[in-house]
């Protein structure tokens, strides 16, 4: 396998570290499904459990670098944000500023996580003349 440039490699362990951190968070968390009572808590729950599961095989994924976790990690973003936002919404003493924020933190987060895999994992083109572009 050809090695990563640095500021590559950097990239991919930044990525690593932050989808591994989530992954186990949401494990950790997972008795967020069995509390639920409400529908919207259950949704919550699912995806903590989500990013759970998906934070862990998409840094698998990552490691390996194996082109799947281009989709995967869209997943584990989605249940990232859900995860962070959904609580503030069904909140009714949170205004909702909170729940704006709390959207917007999520995607400081996952946001450059999910551009620097889906970069780092974009299969190459060559040209006719054999350059990879």
């Known amino acids: 396998m050809p090695s990563w440039p640095a500021r590559a490699q950097t990239g991919r362990i930044a990525c690593l570290g932050v989808l591994l951190l989530t ?32 934070g862990l095989v998409t840094a698998f994924g990552v490691w390996a670098r194996w082109a799947w976790s281009r989709s995967v990690v869209v997943v584990w973003a989605a249940a990232a944000v859900t995860a962070a936002t959904v609580p503030t919404a069904w909140d009714q003493t949170t205004p909702w500023y909170a729940t704006a924020l709390s959207g917007l933190v999520a995607m400081v ?11 780092a994992l974009s299969p190459t083109i060559r040209s006719a003349a054999g350059d990879i572009h």
Not at 24 to 48: F, K
Not at 109 to 119: A, G
């Open 23 to 54: 992954g186990a968070m949401g494990l950790v968390n997972r008795d967020e499904l069995t509390r639920a009572r409400t529908p919207l808590e259950r949704l919550v729950g699912v995806a903590v459990v989500g990013y759970g599961v998906t």
């Open 109 to 119: 987060i996952v946001l450059p996580v999910v551009i620097q895999v889906r970069r």
